[in-house]
């Protein structure tokens, strides 16, 4: 296989890597740049703890091939937090209990922001709706959604 | 996944010369594909990236019609406030494919290129009577969409060609309309039966009825013959009842792992009855937002 040159922009920063063109932004995130926030669940788009925001809008790196990525912005989990403050939504989940495991955590703050950063007043429908691709085996949702108001509150002082 | 090279079009003219090779295929938003791709779809080598061609990517009246371009995601079809007022059909089956990561990323042009009978955006379209344009290095042609889908996964697209848009006729505002959807989920679901359904009622008679039901035959499909015997009828629970049954008689549901024959014809059945009851009756708009 021919290599491909790939250059984007990650959290606000501009990456340049060569890698192979049967790899997806999933791979390219965790194994090339080392942000292993980023979960791979399912690689089939099922499960949402890869999910990660691309040119504003919430996708899952696991769809993405990584020749597509070329020329966009990516936002991941570690990019969240500024200044070493927490992001009100991971203070959020932290606080209402909405983290067990951990594992789909990164995947559902990811989904949320998306959500708050279009919508700063969703109702619990609408929280449930911009969630809906994410799963989690260990909360049964409630604290996450409890989590996700919480920091839209806090969001909107 | 297995090695395979992969090409880069910035144009639809960098797609038509990289379709010389026809056993290329091409990835859009790559949702349906990459699964496929992961479970060993062994015989793809070289792939043809076209998330790049903007020209594809647009939502426009043109004379009294919508063009939308094959590259538009569902969320900009959602985003957009001609798809959701002039198409709220559509609007609504957008609102239930998959999740919000999905919509970011699937194209109308994958959903009809992908062909499922179960696809979301192919009853609506239906019942408004939707043509698709087609393009290679040969030309462009366009051909109404019942003659593009031609059964599960099967499409008319011909060896060098894609899909460049899609065309369709708005309902008028004299419409009732509603998508239903129904799966094993409110979202992430493929549908076990959709039905799209608009209806016009004027001087107290049925003066237009548009009935698209999906995942219960080879390709999605319009009732013809249910439509036929409601056009003109006065609306009442005997006329309602007898154009269900004819609906669930047209269609050809087989049994898989999502739900049997059967299920699928009363779920048919029995979504048309009360959707024809409550959109005769009640007020005029939207029925379902989400299901």
């Known amino acids: ?157 | 996944m297995q090695p395979f090279e992969v090409f880069v079009a910035h144009s639809c003219e960098e797609i038509c010369q990289l379709l010389h090779v026809p056993e290329r295929v091409l990835i859009a938003g790559g949702t349906d594909l990459i699964p496929q791709l992961r479970k060993g779809k062994n015989s793809v080598r070289e792939v043809i990236d076209i998330s790049h061609v903007q020209e594809l990517k647009y939502i426009k009246k043109l004379e009294n019609k919508i063009v939308i371009g094959a590259l538009t995601t569902f969320s900009e079809m959602i985003d957009s406030s001609i798809v959701h007022v002039e198409a709220p059909l559509l609007w609504q089956a957008a609102n239930q494919i998959g999740s919000p990561m999905t919509r970011s990323r699937a194209t109308i042009g994958g959903n009809l290129a992908h062909a499922s009978p179960a696809a979301d955006s192919i009853p609506p379209l239906l019942c408004m009577d939707a043509t698709i344009q087609l393009s290679s290095s040969k030309g462009d042609r366009i051909i109404p969409l019942e003659q593009f889908l031609l059964g599960p996964g099967l499409t008319a697209l011909q060896s060098g060609e894609f899909i460049k848009s899609i065309i369709f006729t708005p309902l008028s505002q004299f419409f009732e309309y509603a998508y239903f959807k129904n799966g094993a989920r409110k979202g992430m679901s493929i549908a076990i039966t959709s039905l799209a359904l608009a209806l016009s009622i004027k001087n107290g008679k049925i003066n237009d009825i548009r009935i698209g039901v999906g995942a219960a035959a080879p390709t999605a499909k319009r009732c013809i013959k249910a439509e036929e015997f409601l056009m003109g009828k006065v609306p009442s629970t005997e006329i309602w009842l007898e154009g269900a049954c004819i609906a669930a008689s047209e269609i050809a549901p087989i049994d898989d792992i999502r739900a049997s024959k059967d299920y699928r014809r009363k779920s048919v059945e029995s979504t048309l009855k009360s959707a024809f009851v409550e959109m005769s009756s009640g007020e005029k708009g939207r029925l379902h937002e989400n299901h």
């Open chain 1, 1 to 157: 296989m021919k290599t491909i040159n790939l250059k984007f922009t990650v959290n606000g920063q501009l990456c340049q890597i060569i890698t192979l063109p049967n790899r997806t932004l999933l791979e390219v995130l965790r194994e090339d740049l080392n942000l292993t926030g980023t979960k791979n669940g399912c690689e089939v788009g099922e499960c949402g703890a890869c999910t990660v925001i691309m040119d504003g809008n919430p996708v899952n790196a696991c769809l993405v091939l990584a020749s597509q990525v070329e020329g966009h912005c990516v936002e991941t989990i570690e990019g969240i937090s500024s200044h070493g403050q927490l992001h009100p939504l991971q203070k959020a989940f932290i606080e209402s209990g909405a983290v067990q495991c951990g594992f789909c955590t990164p995947g559902m703050i990811m989904a949320s922001k998306s959500l708050l950063d279009k919508n700063p007043d969703p109702s619990k429908q609408e929280i449930q709706k911009a969630l809906e691709g994410n799963l989690c085996r260990c909360t049964g949702y409630v604290k996450i959604i409890e989590a996700v108001q919480k920091a839209a509150k806090e969001m909107r002082k």
